[in-house]
């Protein structure tokens, strides 16, 4: 591979989600790990904040009901953008160090909440030299036209980009637009990849 573009994921691969747990407590704690990834990748609500279509309050409001939570729409605004916790142990090092090589770049289904939380706390934006956002693009992965749209942003083959992602459709659809993909369990299992592809 002639990779000139690193493309990350955010939270579970570089970041830690510390929302999972909150929401699983919050429904109830009735539910599974993987049926709250799938009813929350699926909500109205989260799919129409995270693509910047509705306020921070309406997407409270809204997920709170479809969701069955059992907190009030203002307090779930107060704890929810630290729901993406920090860096992983090493992912800011890596970044560095990954950043003399190749052009890091992020593509991540987010919201104005999260991402201003970031910043604030852990300069997240500092490490990239471009930052994909689906709540500004207004596109979700895994649409492949949010991919199109990284592409022709980068100026690039889409065979030169390489993505980590932990979500397995949105790894399929990048793969679908040309670009290298690779599906990751979080951090260790990112820099085992990035090892085994000789990219460090």
């Known amino acids: 591979m002639n990779v000139k573009v690193i493309l990350f994921d955010i939270g579970g ?16 704690g009735k539910i599974t790990h993987d049926e709250l ?26 997920v709170v009901r479809e969701l069955d939570m059992d907190i009030s729409p203002d307090d779930f605004i107060g704890e929810y953008p630290l729901y993406a916790k920090d860096f992983f142990p090493n992912a800011a090092e890596l970044l560095r160090e990954l950043a003399p ?6 593509l991540s289904n987010t919201s104005i909440a999260h991402w ?25 992965k895994p649409e492949l036209a949010i991919y199109t749209y ?16 932990d979500n397995e459709e949105n790894i399929r659809a990048a793969l679908k ?7 990751v369990t979080g951090f260790e299992d990112l820099k085992e990849k990035l090892g085994l592809l000789d990219l460090i």
């Not at 990284?150 to 992602?165: A, S, T, Y």
């Not at 637009?177 to 599906?183: E, F, H, S, T």
């Open 13 to 28: 691969v570089l970041v830690e989600l510390a929302g999972v747990k909150r929401l699983i407590e919050l429904m109830g």
């Open 37 to 62: 990834s799938k009813r929350w990748s699926y909500s109205e609500y989260v799919r129409l904040y995270e693509s910047g279509k509705c306020s921070t309050e309406t997407f409270a409001e809204g």
């Open 101 to 106: 090589k190749y052009t890091l770049a992020c």
């Open 116 to 140: 201003t939380s970031l910043r604030e706390r852990i300069s997240i934006d500092k490490y990239f030299r471009h930052s994909f956002l689906s709540y500004e693009i207004g596109l979700l």
């Open 150 to 165: 990284v592409i022709e942003k980068l100026g690039c083959r889409p065979d030169e980009i390489i993505f980590f992602d």
């Open 177 to 183: 637009a040309g670009m290298n993909a690779y599906r």
